[in-house]
Structures are given as C-alpha cells and as structure tokens.
C-alpha cells in the first residue's frame, strides 16, 4: 500500500496479557517512529528507529515495553503484563530519513484493557 | 511539563471566516515546527511546516507564522470551510531533530 499500515485497528485485552500491534512502513522510508496518545491529549513519543536499530527508545514507559525492526522494514510493539494505564490509541510513523520533516502517521491500533 | 502549549481545547468559526489556532513552545532547542490535521479513527495528517529560519510559510489557504521571540506559532486558514473541521496539532522537534513533541490538539469546527 501506499502509505502506513497498523495492524490490527483495534485490540481488546485482558489484564496482565501480552500484546503485539504492528506497523508496515511507507516502503524506503529507513526512519520509523511509535507514539501513544492518551484520551485528551497529543501524541506523546516513544521509540525511534533509523534502520534496523532502535536509535532512541527513551520515550517507552517501562521494561514492560519493546519494540523490534528486524529488517528495517515492519516494526512490532510488544506490551507484556498489560496494564490498564496502556490503554490508548498506539500510531506508527514513518520518514524518509529521520531527519526535519514531516512524519506520515498510520491510522493507528486503538488498544483497550480491561 | 508540557513543552508545546496548545491553550485553546476548541474553536468554531463561520464557513468563509479565518480560523487562526495557536501554540507556544517552551523549549528554546526547537527549531522546527509542524501543523497536524487529524480526523476521528484517523491517524494525524501533515498540513504544513515552518523553519526557525523563517517567520511565515504559506500554502495555500493555509499560512503558518512564526514569532520566536515569544515562542509562538500560530496557523491561519482562509477562507474555513467545513471539511477543515478536525483536530490540529501543533508539533515542534529541535536537536536530534527526529522526534516530535506535540501539543494537546485545537478541535476546530467549521459551521456551514
């Protein structure tokens, strides 16, 4: 496809489950961004890729949090022993190069724990 | 600490009318800032951007302006129409230059 693609749109989990929420970057984009956004306020950041490594992941909240690139294509955040405090809309994003510039955003997984 | 500062949570305006929405920054290491549109179930769309270099950029019915004494921004559309009715988020990156830092989004409804 031609632009960000987060699978899947929606995730309802249990408390205290692992989850994986997907992201197909726009291809030859070599910089990939995870955000979270909270009801009522902006996306906040939490991890960055430029390629296969993870060059800033100072945003992700806790251990409980990780992300993967193997590839330097698709990106998995994995969330373990959720929590009901993870409950929030997770956007993937994705640049050229990761340099000043607009980041184009997926539509995002809408994840809720209950 | 909220480093990019959106103050109005809403704003309606008439079709036809100027919609002016603002954003201060506190962090004087930004040096570039973004404008986001976002439509419900939707992820955040690119609108337009401005260099700390720069005071104005403009595209089309969309104008950006930049006051870096004051740490302000702000984001003129003109004329409003009603498919411009979203949330837009003001974003700022500086340094590093790969991260953004939002603010809390401006719900502009534009009425027919």
């Known amino acids: 496809g031609a632009g960000v693609s987060q699978t899947p749109s929606n995730k309802v989990t249990e408390k205290g489950k692992y989850v994986e929420l997907r992201c197909d970057p726009i291809s030859g984009h070599t910089a990939l961004y995870w955000y979270r956004q909270s009801l009522g306020q902006g996306p906040e950041f939490l991890i960055y890729?430029?390629?296969?490594?993870?060059?800033?992941d100072s945003g992700l909240p806790n251990d409980r949090f990780f992300a993967v690139r193997p590839e330097g294509s698709v990106s998995t955040l994995k969330i373990q022993r959720t929590e009901r405090g993870d409950s929030a809309v997770y956007l993937c994003?994705?640049?050229?190069?990761?340099?000043?510039?607009?980041?184009?955003f997926g539509q995002g997984t809408r994840l809720t724990v209950v | 600490d909220q480093q990019v500062k959106q103050n109005s949570p809403s704003l309606s305006v008439q079709e036809g009318r100027i919609s002016i929405l603002n954003c201060d920054y506190t962090n004087s290491m930004f040096d570039y800032f973004l404008w986001y549109k976002k439509y419900p179930a939707e992820g955040p769309t690119f609108l337009i951007s401005?260099?700390?270099?720069?005071d104005k950029n403009e595209d089309g019915r969309f104008t950006v302006f930049l006051n870096k004494s004051a740490k302000h921004l702000s984001l003129h559309i003109v004329p409003s129409q009603p498919g411009d009715s979203a949330v837009y988020f003001c974003?700022?990156?500086?340094?590093?230059?790969?991260?953004?830092?939002f603010g809390k989004g401006t719900l502009l409804t534009v009425n027919p």
């Open positions: 401005i260099s700390s270099i720069k």
């Open positions: 994003a994705s640049s050229l190069m990761g340099g000043p510039g607009e980041a184009f």
């Open positions: 974003a700022a990156s500086g340094g590093s230059n790969y991260k953004l830092t």
């Open positions: 890729f430029q390629g296969t490594g993870a060059a800033d």
